[in-house]
């Protein structure tokens, strides 16, 4: 009897493997990796995109040095809704809670946490161009930061409980099925990059839970000197081996719309032939990825779901609308996505 069963149950064991793990003649890895998605037109277009572009035998075949994928980071695989962004929401602690920084803060640094304060907890509209106020108040509110403390300093904002959730930190906070968009990319042999509004250090600290290398992250920057030497152009100084890097509070760059196309072309120097976004500072880098001489795919998030996340259903469906007419796919994560964080976070109400 033993020596019936034995090849039986090695026979259904394959059976099984090949069912959850195959590759086609084209060479297309054909693992499940959207359990977490429910059927939808947005990983249909995917699978059939990825598909036509791996088959050698395809007009449309695109080499693997030249598989660039591009995604946006807050609201595109990262929660955003917690209820603003994280690094308004770390900009808030810093210059109005933190004890060994909130009076040292300079006014202008204040007024701009103080806006975000408003905005979260009262519904006062943010002034028109936040996003720049912004960026000069972080460069400013971290500035003599080395790079070590200030990572540390993300971490330990991210360790905290996500407002307006239970079961979930900041830094627990990903889309499960957008990870899972980056598995199945990475095993059909595209490198994909985040390409974020954010600070590119707070982007690192946050996606290296998730194995996404620092080197593979473009954000909004902020100029770095050296312990010893100050403002000493670094042109005109060398480093020593005892040195660190400091952050400044010198703003670099912002890295929206057009700046993500800039940033992408110097610290990429391919177009991508996906991008992934949820918001108009998408656009540009989407339109950039449809200019590829290669068969391109673009797609928006739409924050659709009012029973999972804390999202606006009717402003979403018009957004979902317009990026449509743009030439972009749409994804609903209230129709597409089986989980957002996962089954054992909840959504609750926002506490202050």
């Given at each position: 009897?033993?020596?019936?069963?034995?090849?039986i149950?090695i026979?259904?064991i394959?059976i099984?493997?090949s069912c959850?793990?195959s590759t086609?003649?084209n060479?297309?890895?054909?693992?499940d990796?959207?359990?977490?998605?429910?059927?939808?037109e947005?990983i249909?277009?995917?699978?059939?995109?990825?598909e036509?572009?791996?088959d050698?035998h395809?007009k449309n075949y695109?080499?693997e040095?030249?598989?660039?994928a591009?995604f946006?980071?807050?609201?595109?695989?990262?929660?955003?809704?917690y209820p603003?962004?994280?690094e308004?929401?770390?900009?808030?602690?810093r210059?109005l809670?933190?004890?060994?920084y909130k009076d040292?803060?300079?006014a202008d640094?204040?007024e701009a946490a103080q806006?975000?304060r408003?905005?979260?907890r009262?519904?006062?509209k943010?002034?028109?161009?936040f996003?720049?106020?912004?960026?000069?108040a972080?460069a400013k509110?971290?500035?003599g930061?080395?790079l070590?403390?200030?990572?540390a300093?993300?971490k330990a904002?991210?360790?905290?409980p996500?407002?307006?959730?239970?079961?979930m930190t900041?830094?627990?906070s990903?889309y499960?099925p957008?990870?899972q968009?980056f598995?199945?990319?990475?095993?059909?042999?595209?490198?994909?990059?985040?390409?974020s509004?954010?600070d590119?250090?707070?982007?690192?600290?946050l996606?290296e839970?998730?194995?996404i290398?620092?080197?593979r992250?473009i954000g909004?920057?902020?100029?770095l000197?050296?312990t010893?030497?100050?403002e000493?152009?670094?042109?005109?100084?060398t480093?020593?081996?005892?040195?660190?890097l400091i952050?400044t509070?010198?703003?670099?760059?912002?890295?929206?719309?057009?700046?993500?196309?800039?940033?992408?072309?110097?610290?990429?120097g391919?177009?991508?032939?996906?991008?992934?976004?949820?918001?108009?500072?998408d656009?540009?880098?989407h339109n950039?990825c449809l200019?590829?001489?290669?068969?391109?795919?673009?797609?928006?998030?739409?924050?659709?779901?009012e029973?999972?996340d804390?999202?606006n259903?009717?402003?979403?469906l018009?957004?979902?609308?317009?990026w449509r007419e743009?030439g972009?796919?749409v994804?609903s994560m209230r129709?597409?996505?089986?989980?957002?964080y996962?089954?054992?976070?909840?959504?609750?109400?926002?506490?202050?």
């Amino acid at each position: 009897m033993k020596k019936i069963l034995f090849p039986i149950v090695i026979f259904c064991i394959s059976i099984l493997c090949s069912c959850s793990s195959s590759t086609d003649n084209n060479g297309l890895v054909e693992n499940d990796h959207f359990t977490k998605w429910n059927a939808c037109e947005a990983i249909a277009t995917l699978k059939a995109y990825v598909e036509d572009v791996t088959d050698p035998h395809s007009k449309n075949y695109i080499k693997e040095e030249d598989r660039i994928a591009t995604f946006d980071m807050d609201g595109t695989f990262v929660g955003e809704l917690y209820p603003t962004y994280f690094e308004y929401n770390l900009l808030e602690y810093r210059v109005l809670d933190d004890p060994s920084y909130k009076d040292k803060a300079p006014a202008d640094v204040k007024e701009a946490a103080q806006d975000i304060r408003d905005f979260v907890r009262n519904g006062k509209k943010l002034p028109d161009h936040f996003d720049m106020k912004h960026a000069y108040a972080a460069a400013k509110a971290y500035a003599g930061m080395t790079l070590t403390e200030f990572d540390a300093y993300v971490k330990a904002y991210a360790a905290k409980p996500a407002n307006g959730f239970k079961g979930m930190t900041y830094g627990q906070s990903f889309y499960k099925p957008m990870l899972q968009v980056f598995d199945y990319l990475k095993a059909n042999g595209f490198t994909f990059y985040v390409v974020s509004g954010s600070d590119r250090f707070i982007c690192r600290a946050l996606v290296e839970s998730i194995g996404i290398s620092p080197n593979r992250v473009i954000g909004m920057d902020v100029k770095l000197r050296t312990t010893k030497k100050g403002e000493v152009a670094g042109v005109n100084y060398t480093m020593e081996k005892d040195e660190d890097l400091i952050r400044t509070d010198e703003l670099i760059i912002k890295n929206l719309k057009t700046n993500k196309v800039f940033q992408i072309s110097q610290e990429i120097g391919k177009i991508p032939v996906i991008s992934f976004g949820n918001s108009s500072g998408d656009c540009a880098m989407h339109n950039y990825c449809l200019s590829s001489p290669h068969r391109s795919v673009t797609f928006m998030l739409i924050a659709d779901d009012e029973d999972r996340d804390h999202a606006n259903r009717e402003k979403a469906l018009k957004l979902g609308e317009q990026w449509r007419e743009a030439g972009y796919h749409v994804i609903s994560m209230r129709d597409d996505f089986k989980t957002i964080y996962g089954e054992d976070v909840q959504k609750t109400d926002f506490t202050y």
